[in-house]
T-cell receptor
Framework: GENVEQHPSTLSVQEGDSAVIKCTYS??????FPWYKQELGKRPQLIID?????GEKKDQRIAVTLNKTAKHFSLHITETQPEDSAVYFC???????????????FGTGTQLKVEL | DARVTQTPRHKVTEMGQEVTMRCQPI?????VFWYRQTMMQGLELLAY????????DSGMPKDRFSAEMPDATLATLKIQPSEPRDSAVYFC????????????FGQGTRLTVV
């Protein structure tokens, strides 16, 4: 099965700075990589995702990069704001033909704190 | 605004009691997941259904946990008997297997076993 590692486990940045969270996956067949944000006491919600046929994707202040050769992907948040404070989870999904079909394997999460 | 609905939102029970958590997936979704979230273990996959058939429940303690989908609009996760170490937030999520896309999470059930 798939295994996803995520670093760092905690990250503290000053407001306005950038934050980077990195994940690695084990199965080269994985082809879909979503990122979820979970605010305290709430459910995880998708913030951005990337498929294996794309190397980078951007949505306003957040971007995700994917290196298939190295089997790692990263979340980049620029101009961080206090409301970005949350736990962020990366995930990897094996394609349906190998029995996956959006069976998400999550990383262990990164607690991001944006300080004023 | 389609959402995954979970009940109850909170449950406090005594050790040894049976606990049943329910989930209504988004209409039309054909995959359902149960995840358990604790501070120590993050998001653990307990069970995974596709078209109501259980595909993977390897993450679930078989002696006390059971997961079912009696119909396409209801998924259940049962713990019998419950133990204090089962205290966690249990999330249900649903998605579409035909498109390898995101899973939508419910609000979760916060279970406390005393």
């Amino acid at each position: 099965g798939e295994n996803v590692e995520q670093h760092p486990s905690t990250l503290s940045v000053q407001e306005g700075d950038s934050a980077v969270i990195k994940c690695t996956y084990s199965d080269s067949a994985s082809n879909y990589f979503p990122w979820y944000k979970q605010e305290l006491g709430k459910r995880p919600q998708l913030i951005i995702d990337i498929r294996s046929n794309v190397g980078e994707k951007k949505d306003q202040r957040i971007a995700v990069t994917l290196n298939k050769t190295a089997k790692h992907f990263s979340l980049h948040i620029t101009e961080t704001q206090p409301e970005d404070s949350a736990v962020y989870f990366c995930a990897a999904t094996l394609p349906r033909v190998t029995g996956g079909g959006n069976k998400l394997t999550f990383g262990t999460g990164t607690q991001l704190k944006v300080e004023l | 605004d389609a959402r995954v609905t979970q009940t109850p939102r909170h449950k406090v029970t005594e050790m040894g009691q049976e606990v049943t958590m329910r989930c209504q997936p988004i209409l039309g979704h054909n995959t359902v997941f149960w995840y358990r979230q604790t501070m120590m273990q993050g998001l653990e996959l307990l069970a995974y259904f596709r078209n109501r058939a259980p595909l993977d429940d390897s993450g679930m303690p078989k002696d006390r946990f059971s997961a079912e989908m009696p119909d396409a609009t209801l998924a259940t996760l049962k713990i019998q008997p419950s133990e204090p170490r089962d205290s966690a937030v249990y999330f249900c999520a649903s998605g579409l297997v035909n498109l390898n896309t995101e899973a939508f999470f419910g609000q979760g059930t916060r279970l406390t076993v005393v």
